[in-house]
């Protein structure tokens, strides 16, 4: 044990000679430059970008490149161009850094850092004040944004352009003039995970893409004019996970989703917006198992002017069913949740509605399903109550009635059957004196439970016995083999020999 703790103290101890060792060795940048090489770099000075340079001020051509700003600066908020930029490379970290350039939202690119067809890299650690952009992906893949601080920017805080497989992460934003973080329609299977994000002037988080991972972020005081405004916004996605987010205080609403859908929000809390969900023309969304509260205006809010809103389900979403609106061609189910508790296997559960259609059918043990409690088409409500729910076993059936709108979630329904007992008989002979044999039969009568129970010492002395009668008989064959088990011919034989 402590030969092993030694050598995992003397690996720590190399593993951070190794790392004052690559900074001993790192390059030492004072100016503005081109990194043509692979290696640790440095920056020992602030540095001022002019016009003169170009339109980067480090501008990096070589992959496996590691970029220090060592806590120093590169400032000019009139250079037209990039703090960090990146071209056709991969395996690029950047980090320690403190970028403001080109503050102006006029004309092209600019901003603190920029990618370009780049894989496998990081930002980090860095904080970017005053940029136009703080940090942009385009044609960029399996990178990471993490822990950094991104304030102020003129218009997007973070932007991925046709960029896939990426990761944002564990990022703080400030009073962004655009959107903090956006995603163009191009830009697929990317993960937003645990952002803080505070007063942009548009969206907190814009997503056009499919497949996107938008998770536990915190989204509040969005403004600007309307549709804007919004904590998160999907615009014409599909398929987009929006899972444990918060959004709160946002001028529109706390999640907006326009175009497309199929997407799926689940644990979200939305509180004192102006709408908690906007749907707008966007079919198939399913959101579960959230809450909205506090809205000034509606809760929930679907409206279409041109396509159709239309499948749009709440599973166990709390809110104000009075601040619901549904315009016309649109449509929003209400379920919430159903289960059932019953002590025999393969109890056949079947729902039907107030018409008497079968709403749903199925065999326990099963988790749990939704049901319906109302449907409102274009702000006509049917209901679906009260629920007929049949429980069948072997003959055996148990009739619940329910008004889903009054009980909402119904969790662990209970169904007690009577269960069968099941007829035993064991009938055993025996054989005493040598002269005849005399028979008894035992007829019981218990549950399967209890056959097993009594007579399980029964079946594991059996199942020894007829264990150990093989092993005997497998080694007498094997030393037979062996000529261990020789007769006594072959003994003598063997001893003439000798």
Request: net charge negative; glycine share 10%.
């Amino acid at each position: 044990m402590k030969k092993a703790f030694l050598l995992f103290s003397i690996l720590v101890l190399l593993y951070f000679i190794a790392v004052e060792m690559s900074m001993i060795t790192a390059t030492s940048v004072t100016t503005c430059s081109n990194i043509t090489s692979a290696g640790n770099y440095l920056q020992t000075a602030n540095l001022t970008p002019t016009a003169t340079i170009g339109i980067t001020c480090i501008n990096i051509t070589s992959s496996n490149v590691l970029y220090d700003c060592g806590g120093n600066s590169i400032t000019n908020g009139s250079f037209i161009g990039w703090g960090i930029s990146a071209n056709g490379v991969n395996n690029i970290t950047i980090q320690n850094c403190n970028i403001t350039c080109k503050t102006a939202t006029n004309g092209g690119g600019g901003g603190a850092v920029y990618f370009l067809n780049v894989s496998n890299s990081y930002v980090t650690n860095n904080s970017f004040p005053l940029n136009k952009n703080g940090v942009t992906f385009e044609n960029t893949t399996n990178s990471t944004i993490i822990n950094n601080f991104i304030r102020n920017s003129s218009l997007n805080g973070i932007y991925l352009i046709t960029s896939n497989n990426n990761y944002i992460i564990n990022n703080l934003f400030n009073l962004t003039a655009g959107n903090s973080i956006y995603i163009d329609g191009n830009s697929n299977y990317n993960s937003i995970n645990n952002n803080q994000i505070y007063g942009s002037q548009s969206e907190g988080i814009s997503v056009g893409g499919n497949y996107n991972n938008i998770t536990s972020n915190m989204v509040g005081y969005s403004s600007g004019l309307s549709p804007s405004a919004n904590g998160l916004d999907i615009e014409s996605g599909l398929y987009n996970n929006i899972v444990g987010n918060t959004e709160y205080s946002n001028g529109n609403a706390g999640i907006y989703i326009n175009g497309e859908g199929t997407n799926y929000i689940l644990n979200n809390y939305a509180t004192l917006n102006k709408y908690g969900i906007y749907i707008r023309q966007s079919d198939n969304n399913f959101i579960q198992d959230s809450v909205i509260t506090n809205s000034s205006l509606y809760d929930v809010y679907i409206f279409n002017n041109v396509a159709t809103s239309l499948n749009n389900t709440f599973l166990n979403v709390s809110y104000n069913k009075s601040l619901e609106y549904v315009s016309g061609s649109s449509q929003l189910i209400r379920e919430w949740w159903y289960s059932t508790n019953s002590n025999a296997k393969n109890t056949n559960i079947t729902a039907s509605n107030s018409s008497g259609a079968t709403q749903f059918s199925y065999l326990t043990p099963f988790n749990k399903t939704g049901i319906i409690d109302y449907v409102n088409n274009g702000g006509t409500i049917s209901s679906y109550s009260n629920y007929t729910i049949n429980g069948g076993f072997l003959g055996q059936n148990i009739v619940h009635t329910y008004n889903i709108s009054q009980m909402q979630n119904i969790i662990g329904d209970v169904y007690t059957f009577t269960l069968p007992e099941v007829d035993f008989k064991v009938t055993y002979t025996y054989t005493y004196n040598g002269n005849g044999q005399a028979s008894d039969t035992i007829n019981k009568t218990t549950s399967s439970l209890n056959i097993v129970t009594t007579y399980f010492p029964l079946f594991i002395v059996i199942g020894a016995m007829i264990l150990l009668i093989i092993l005997v008989v497998t080694i007498v064959s094997v030393l037979k083999g062996s000529g261990v088990m020789a007769n006594d011919n072959s003994k003598a034989n063997i001893t003439g020999s000798a």
